[in-house]
């Protein structure tokens, strides 16, 4: 079985610039979640949806994050403009339900420079 | 608000020592509770979960028991071998409100295993 995937694995770009990050669920899963890590911070929770709706946002830094789900098999993370403060791995999880057990993906690491 | 608190790593055990991590929490209602491991390099993976008072998950030769009495979820092992390293997660889920359908994870803590 497929797991979560995630693209790209590594992603190193400027300051200033665009990042996008994907993620495909587990097929039949309904609920799709956005998490970063980082030594001094973390595991935080993003963002995470329901039946491709978002249902809280409030873990997003700024205006500068923003994510979609299109489709129950697609998620985008975008960061505009990326800054060097960003730099971390970002992990997305599914479920099936709610309160369930997530399945992460590998993790994109994020180097902003 | 939910929360989870687990034991401040890092945690350095020789092989076949054993193994503790404490997990205390904060929730209302009937939370699930859950232990996930993280290898170097790699994304979270369950290790074992617990959805009621009193059950115990188990993997691995990893136990937890769901104590209500305490709020507690103690990770233990009787026996660390060098393939247990990795950091372990504490987490728990919300099982109504507006928060349906997340987990809420501890820091984590590092543990290392020396052969």
């Known amino acids: 079985d497929a797991g979560v995937i995630q693209s790209p694995r590594h992603e190193v770009t400027e300051m200033g610039q665009e990042v996008t990050l994907r993620c495909k669920p587990i097929?039949?899963?309904?609920?799709l979640f956005w998490y970063r890590q980082t030594m001094m911070r973390g595991l935080e929770l993003l963002i995470y949806f329901n039946n491709n709706v978002p249902i809280d946002d409030s873990g997003m830094p700024e205006d500068r994050f923003s994510a979609k789900m299109p489709n129950a098999s697609f998620s985008t993370l975008k960061i505009q403009p990326s800054e060097p403060r960003d730099s971390a791995v970002y992990f997305c999880a599914s479920s099936l339900g709610g309160g369930h057990t997530q399945y992460f993906g590998p993790g994109t690491r994020l180097t902003v420079l | 608000g939910d929360s989870v608190t687990q034991m401040e790593g890092p945690v350095t055990l020789s092989e076949e020592a054993f193994l503790t991590i404490n997990c205390t929490y904060t929730a209302t209602g009937y939370p699930s509770l859950f232990w996930y491991v993280q290898y170097p390099g790699e994304g979270l993976q369950l290790l074992l979960k617990?959805?009621?008072?009193?059950d115990k998950g188990s993997n691995k030769g990893f136990e937890a028991t769901y104590r209500k009495e305490t709020t507690s979820f103690h990770l233990e092992k009787g026996s660390v071998q060098v393939s247990d390293s990795a950091v372990y997660f504490c987490?728990?889920?919300?099982?109504?409100?507006?928060?349906?359908?997340?987990?809420?994870f501890g820091r984590g803590t590092q543990l290392t295993v020396w052969p």
């Open positions: 617990a959805t009621k008072a009193d």
């Open positions: 097929s039949g899963h309904d609920y």
């Open positions: 987490a728990l889920s919300a099982d109504r409100g507006s928060t349906l359908g997340r987990l809420y």
